[in-house]
């Protein structure tokens, strides 16, 4: 049985909230380098941050 839903909402409290763009980051991160992997594909991420932080992630070079 699958998770149940719930309501998407902003987190009003600017340490938490940093704490989980931190933590939601890292795993968007992640899956991208898998996907990349995983289909052999060139992938960029590109991220900015509240406080207008740039975070990028480019799966690597491919020769073709």
């Known amino acids: 049985m699958g998770r149940g839903k719930f309501q998407l909402k ?3 409290n600017k ?3 940093q704490v989980t763009f931190s933590k939601r980051r890292s795993g ?9 992997i995983l289909c ?3 992938l960029a991420l590109i ?3 509240a406080r207008g932080r740039l975070y990028e992630f480019c799966s690597g ?3 073709g």
């Open 47 to 49: 991220i900015f941050s």
């Open 40 to 42: 052999d594909v060139d």
């Open 28 to 36: 968007m991160m992640k899956k991208a380098h898998e996907l990349s």
């Open 10 to 12: 902003r987190i009003e």
């Open 61 to 63: 070079n491919r020769k």
């Open 15 to 17: 340490n938490n909230r």
